[in-house]
C-alpha cells in the first residue's frame, strides 16, 4: 500500500491556491508602490513565497505570490508602516515583520526604538525611482528582525 501526503502533513508551498484573485496587491486604489525581494539564507531568491502586508489598523491587506526571481510588489496607502507577513517553504509558521517608510517620523516608534541601528535598518524601505524597495531576507549576514506574534 501506498500512502501518500497531504497539505497538512507536508510544508508547501500550496501557495498558488489562494493567489488567483486580482489585485489582491494593491491595498488602495491609488497609492505609493514598495516592491522588494525575498532572498533566503544563501541571498538567493525565493521564487515560491507569499508576501501578505497589513495597515497599522487591520482594516486593509493585500497578498502577493513571488516571482520566480522572489520579487513581489504592491499598491499601498501612505502610513508611517506596515506589517509584513511571510510565508515560504520550510516555514512551519509564517514570520512577522514590519515595513518602515523612511520620510516619516521614525523615531517615536517605540519598535524602532528599542531596536539596534543594523537591525532597525532592515526594516526601512529604501526610495527606488519614485517607488519604495523592502528586501526582505530571510537568515544570513542582512537578516531582516522578525518579531513573535
Known sequence: MTLIRTPSQTVGPFYSIGLCRRPENELVGSGIELRGTLFDGAGEPIGDGVI??????G??????????QGRFSFVVPKVRQLNVFVFARGLLRHQL?????????????????SLPPADRETLLAVDDDGAFRFDIHMQGDRATVFFEH
Not at 59 to 68: A, I, L, N
Request: proline share 9%; aromatic share 12%; hydrophobic share 25%.
Open 59 to 68: 482594516s486593509r491587506w493585500g497578498r502577493c505570490g513571488t516571482d520566480g
Open 97 to 113: 515583520t514590519r515595513v518602515y517608510f523612511p520620510d516619516e517620523q521614525n523615531e517615536s516608534d517605540p519598535v524602532l526604538a
Open 52 to 57: 501578505e502586508l497589513w495597515d497599522p489598523a
